[in-house]
């Protein structure tokens, strides 16, 4: 199975830019469609992006298109979220996913999940 570790949240003001890796090790990379959710406090994990394997097809929740951008590195065997324009609603813990077969926005279809990673938004 892959393992999953994410970087690259941290602190950023609103209308700022955040860029998230992924790394996986483990299996091969190539084999598994990726997703990106966030968990903000008090609420459900909610979808934000995902990539298939192949990294030529990719979808996106309404509130992030055009702001957000997913992409896979296959050399690195890492996953990135560049998020630009940052909102205060864009506050949360960021993971990354994994899953055999096709990409999805259901989070529960996912086998393997990293760790988190904290992106905060201030105004």
């Known amino acids: 199975q892959v393992q999953l570790v994410e970087s690259g949240g941290g602190l950023v003001q609103v209308g700022g830019s955040l860029r998230l890796s992924c790394a996986a090790s483990g299996r091969t990379f190539s084999n598994y469609a990726m997703g990106w959710f966030r968990q903000a406090p008090g609420k459900e994990r909610e979808f934000v992006a995902a990539i298939s394997r192949g990294g030529f097809s990719t979808s996106y929740t309404d509130s992030v298109k055009g702001r957000f951008t997913i992409s896979r590195d296959y050399a690195k065997n890492t996953l990135y979220l560049q998020m630009n324009s940052l909102k205060p609603e864009d506050t949360a813990v960021y993971y990354c996913?994994?899953?055999?077969?096709?990409?999805?926005?259901?989070?529960?279809?996912?086998?393997?999940w990293g760790q988190g990673t904290q992106v905060t938004v201030s105004s």
């Open positions: 996913a994994a899953k055999e077969g096709l990409r999805t926005m259901v989070s529960s279809a996912y086998e393997v």
